[in-house]
């Protein structure tokens, strides 16, 4: 049985997501494998712009990169608002342990370089206050990295 969620525990606050398994199960089993595993532990949230993102660099992660981007396949999700997609470069890529969360709508991931495959979703008010703050922190520059003391299933 897949997961259903997850939490990141950040030193800003909490973010709830819920997995979009029939969407991308390979890639949420992915994920959910490298958050087992605690690969993100420890890690930052650096980027802020349309998005915030995370992860480890390529060259930390400790599992192989997605064999399969599955954002074209049904039922597709969009890159809007809340939704957690994987990161990655120019196809054949289809990412690695790096993911952001849209800040905003972005139709245009959703076609480009193969588009970006969106496996979550912020879950609730408080954790969208949470990415918020995140992004505000990282753009403002008050903050070039925001700490993700935990991340965990739930």
Known sequence: MAPLGFRIQTELGVIAMR??????PQTTSYIAALIKS??????????SDFVIQCGL??????????????TNLAPKIGNSRGKAAVAHW?????????????????PHLDEA???YCVFAEVADKNSYTTVDKIAKAIA???????????????
């Open 19 to 24: 997995f979009h398994a029939a969407a991308a």
């Open 90 to 106: 120019d196809v054949p890529d289809c990412g690695n342990s790096e993911f952001f969360i849209n800040l905003q709508a972005n």
């Open 57 to 70: 660099h390529p060259a930390e992660c400790p599992v192989p990169n997605l064999t399969v981007n599955e």
């Open 140 to 154: 403002s520059g008050a903050q070039q990295t925001i700490k993700i003391n935990s991340m965990v299933i739930d």
């Open 113 to 115: 370089y193969g588009g």
């Open 38 to 47: 605690g690969a993100y532990n420890g890690k930052t949230f650096y980027r």
